[in-house]
């Protein structure tokens, strides 16, 4: 049902780019565009309904009708990206060295730790007056 909603959608966007595509203009000339006497006015006559206008009209219907009905559909599955990561531990790979470069230089020899003194250091006693 789903899959077959989303085809439908498909379709009908691609209709509706092609049946606005076709139509022809309305007061696209430059008088229209600096309010010239040939443009239509916002509530002024209209000729009559061309058969573009009205496959417009319904073709704009069944997108917004579509467009509602998924996304209702989409939110009522109620999943997430993340729903199927819960409860389960991350996957982690043992640690590994990276590999070193066959030409890099060898390392210089380890040192032996130093060690510590035996006894922390006094502060020197200052004698009474």
């Known amino acids: 049902m789903y899959t077959l909603l989303v085809v439908l959608f498909v379709i009908v966007c691609l209709f509706l780019i092609m049946v606005v595509l076709l139509q022809q ?8 565009a600096f309010g010239g006497a040939s443009s239509q006015t916002s509530f002024g006559p209209r000729g009559t309904t061309t058969l573009m206008h009205k496959l417009t009209t319904g073709s704009f219907v069944a997108f917004v009708t579509l467009s ?31 590999a070193s470069p066959a030409n890099a230089a060898p390392k210089p020899a380890e040192k032996a730790p ?13 004698p009474k007056k």
């Not at 203009?25 to 229209?32: E, Q, T, Y």
């Not at 510590?116 to 250091?121: F, R």
């Open 25 to 32: 203009g309305k007061g696209a000339d430059v008088a229209a």
């Open 114 to 126: 130093v060690p510590a003194p035996a006894s922390a250091p006094q502060q020197p006693v200052q």
């Open 68 to 98: 509602i009905l998924l996304s209702v559909l989409t939110a009522r599955r109620g999943r997430s990206v993340t729903s199927g990561l819960k409860g389960k531990p991350p996957a982690s790979a043992p640690a590994t060295t990276p």
